[in-house]
């Protein structure tokens, strides 16, 4: 199975700054990457796939970018409904695997 | 606009089965492939089983395969999963999710229903 690494595991942020997130998969996966935001109580929602892509409907706030084993998702001015998890998830193969969630809270 | 809504959640002791729906509606369920995806409580997200859109094509993470099955209903956009020899672990939120081809990803989550296990 590949395996999903995300750094940081948390972060403080203020309103305006911006954020960048990383993922690492344990072996290639071309840019089958997708990234995901959950808020507390919610279910997740789709932000980006192919590592780039933004989903219909998503603010170009949100950017990402990577191939091969390393992404990164960057928020380019955070806003308060933008507090929220962020997961990585890779779709190269079965079984999906999810990275372990960063957590983007206000400082 | 697209919506996906889970059912049959609730408390199961350990051992028993119990039947997961999702009710799909504001696309063409036909032509998607469907995902279960869960969460334990405070924990990560964890994929449990994907499904072609016609049906052809099942797999199963390693922690589930034996005791969930994932079917679905074409005439009537919904899709199952069936639990059952449950587990301590198997508690989560459980989500449905649509992709355009199961070599896709994720495109729509629904909400998510609420599995129990206890005695």
């Known amino acids: 199975d590949i395996q999903m690494t995300q750094s940081p595991s948390s972060l403080s942020a203020s309103v305006g700054d911006r954020v960048t997130i990383t993922c690492r998969a344990s072996?290639?996966?071309?840019?089958?990457l997708a990234w995901f935001q959950q808020k507390p109580g919610q279910a997740p929602k789709s932000l980006i796939y192919a590592a780039s892509s933004l989903q219909s409907g998503v603010p170009s706030k949100f950017s990402g970018s990577g191939s091969g084993t390393d992404f990164t998702l960057t928020i380019s001015s955070l806003q308060p409904e933008d507090f929220a998890t962020y997961y990585c998830?890779?779709?190269?193969?079965?079984?999906?695997?999810f990275g372990p969630g960063t957590k983007v809270d206000i400082k | 606009q697209v919506q996906l809504v889970e059912s049959g959640g609730g408390v199961v002791q350990p051992g028993r089965s119990l039947r997961l729906s999702c009710a799909a509606s504001?696309?063409?369920?036909?032509?998607?492939?469907m995902h279960w995806a869960r969460q334990a409580p405070g924990k990560g997200l964890e994929w449990v089983a994907v499904?072609?859109?016609?049906?052809?094509?099942?797999y199963y993470a390693d922690s589930v395969k034996g005791r969930f099955t994932i079917s679905r209903d074409n005439s009537k956009s919904t899709l199952y999963l069936q639990m059952i020899s449950l587990r301590a672990e198997d508690a989560a939120v459980y989500y449905c999710?649509?992709?355009?081809?199961?070599?896709?990803?994720?495109?729509?989550w629904g909400l998510g229903t609420l599995v129990t296990v206890s005695s």
């Open positions: 072996q290639g996966i071309s840019n089958y």
């Open positions: 504001g696309f063409t369920f036909s032509t998607y492939a």
């Open positions: 998830q890779q779709y190269y193969n079965y079984p999906r695997t």
């Open positions: 999710a649509s992709a355009q081809s199961t070599l896709l990803n994720f495109d729509y």
């Open positions: 499904i072609s859109y016609d049906g052809s094509t099942k």
